[in-house]
């Protein structure tokens, strides 16, 4: 028996000498792989400003007492960069062309700024500072903690893009995104990794929430609108992901299958057209491959189309670690690797050594990141004093939310009367979601719920319904996640919420006492997988019953229901959307959700949003279903470590690769190129008040195409309008779309009666397709028509004949 317990404790001590020695080994090699692969580690550099003997003040960076030329302000950017290209080591350049690692984002890195995503080295001899790169498109993603401050530093959470671009207002995407830049100034960040404009390409990919449209020009028109805004506070914007990254689901494998002409019109028009509008310090590259390269070594895409053709001055960088061969990365155009491992240090170093990576390579990529740092708030005399207008970013916030809310039903009941009796139905209404899930998430102080925002508005809520929330409350209480681990697991599975049971009891008594329903439903996704159609595109079979039963309880007491929509992602409404009497689609709307709702309900604002894309009847109607997965996987995180390739034999279809079949038929081009039914079409949206069509001129003029035309309030109520512009070549020699939106413009708030002139002007240019044959963009001679519209399917001023 001694014996049995002695061979068991040897055992049990080997197996824990084992388990540690494994622990630690672990321990060292992730903390070398990802945190101390680099001598350069991060302290905050400390400069003096002296004045020298011609009585020139000016920072002396490098501590010599001169002045350098890239000390010189006066000096144009380039002869500065140049100067400290030729003061720097080999060694020195390539510690700037990859990240810090991950101790930022971990919040390891206290002195900086705990939860950026990446850090840019910077270079203590030559005085240069690190710089923060921090997610994300609904607001700064960083960690509220820092160390010497006892209070919070909180982030705003603005509303996510789909709801920006609902707005279909490029000035209002300028207003959030200097809002977002001037926070990011202050908290010391200097990289925004931000907008996200992939297309929707189909309703199931998980990060459509942070994504703008399935249509490239309103994509790039309020991607630039944010850029401009955010680099006005002299912070960058970093567009992602750069280009067709269009699916969670294996997305840093996936190879994207599509053809050129396709990829120019579709894809990569919305970065077009914002690299032109706004010209971003830099844009990342996506994860996935495209037609068998990852992009990130694809010189094509990186160097002669983004630099040469549009012009892009900036820098670019990969997705986390995403991409391919990281010399080849560079020598792509891609030139800083984020976030930095030991493993990308040593590729880089070897690159160098054996000459894959020449020294012209090199100077480019660092050259390109020097002008980021000499740009940077940082290294002209702007310091972070982390007390941003949080107050007055959460005023733009319910205001701006409150315009790309989209009412998509009203049978006369909204806006609200006052003093109404609310039963106030669903979780989400209790426990709005803000945003989504992932880097797109925020570190925000508060969100305002549903229930708080009527009753501040003062409305009533009908007891039945709040003491049924709180009863389900008690039994599954909502706890939003904390720190990076239950934020990642959150990540990896972002479970909907569950329902609150209603009986038939409760209906009654909520219908007999209240005068209407509100009833939210809501839905969650996130970086890292695509959502499902089953109880998620779908309504589950709980919630649809629960919209029926409502429905009928309420309509036989003569009450009447609203449904809230509190989604970041589109869901079948075709088949319940007769039911209730208004339907709100208010996105995810940020910190300041139940109030902007209020504004719509109570009347406050006038609803002025229309989608951006469009409401299928069915998840199969899109074309692009067919060549979409569907089965909700997660990615394979692995791949982040290890990128093994899969002979061709193995790889499955829209997991390893994915056919664009579709080709330009995306989103209404399908629609309409096929005669399909939507539940609510492109550009949809309804106002309480009314709006007139009329006179509309087009004329070309030196080739650029100059149209007005008058819009009328004739309704009661003051609104705003979006007036959205679409062309259509007759008779056209090639396949084309039925038609396609070249541009948009909202009114002013008009008030009853009030008429606006709205001008267009657009180069013919815009209406050039992109021929395969000749590899050039073509504009065909002929006849166009133009079709002025409240909606793709509601054109209210068609011009048949504008020659060109
Ligand atoms: C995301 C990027 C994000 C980056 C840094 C990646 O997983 O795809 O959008 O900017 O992480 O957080």
Known sequence: MKKIIKILLITLTGVIVIISALGLGGYLYIKSFLFDFDKNNYEEIKVKSITNDKGLTFDDYNNNNLLDTYEDNSKSLEERVSDLLNKMTNEEKIAILKGTGIGSMLGFNSNGVPGAAGEIFGNKRLGLNNLYLADGPAGLRISSERKNFDKKLYSTAFPVGSLVASTWDKNLAFEIGKAMGSEAKSYGVDIILAPG????????????FEYFSEDPVLSGNIAAGIVNGIQ????????KHFVVNNQETDRMKNNALVDERTLREIYLKGFEIMVKKSQPWAIMSSYNKLNGKYVTVNKRLLTSVLRDEWGFRGTVMTDWFGGGDTVESIKAGNDLIEPGTSKVLEDLE???????????????AASRILKLILRSNKMNNSKNDNSPDLKYHAEIVREKASEGMILLKNDGILPLKENDIISLMGVTSFNIISGGIGSGDVDEAYTVNLDEALIKSNFKLNKTSTDLYEDYFKKNPVKKPVGIIENLMLMMDPKLLSQINYTDNDLNT?????????????????????RVEKNDFLLSKKEKELIEKTCKVFHSKNKKVVVVLNIGGVIETHSWKDLPDAILLAWQAGQESGNSIVDILNGKVNPSGKLPMTFPIALNDHRSTKNFPTDGASSDMTLMFNKKEKPLSEQTKNNDFTIYEEGLYVGYRHFEKEGINTSYPFGYGLSYTNFDYSNIVAKNVNDTINISLDIKNSGNISGKEVVQIYFSKSNSSIDRPIKELKDFSKTKLLKSGEKAKVYFSLPISDLSYWDDEKNEWVIEKGNYEIFAGSSSSDIRLHLKNLKL
């Open 350 to 364: 070897k690159g160098l050594e054996n000459q894959k990576l020449s020294e012209n390579d090199l100077n480019i």
């Open 510 to 530: 909520m219908a007999e006492n209240s005068d209407l329903a509100i009833l939210t439903i809501g839905r969650n996704s996130g970086e890292g997988k695509d």
């Open 232 to 239: 006005k506070n002299n912070v960058g914007a970093c567009p």
């Open 197 to 208: 404009m992939n297309l929707h390409r189909n309703p199931l990919c998980g990060r459509n």
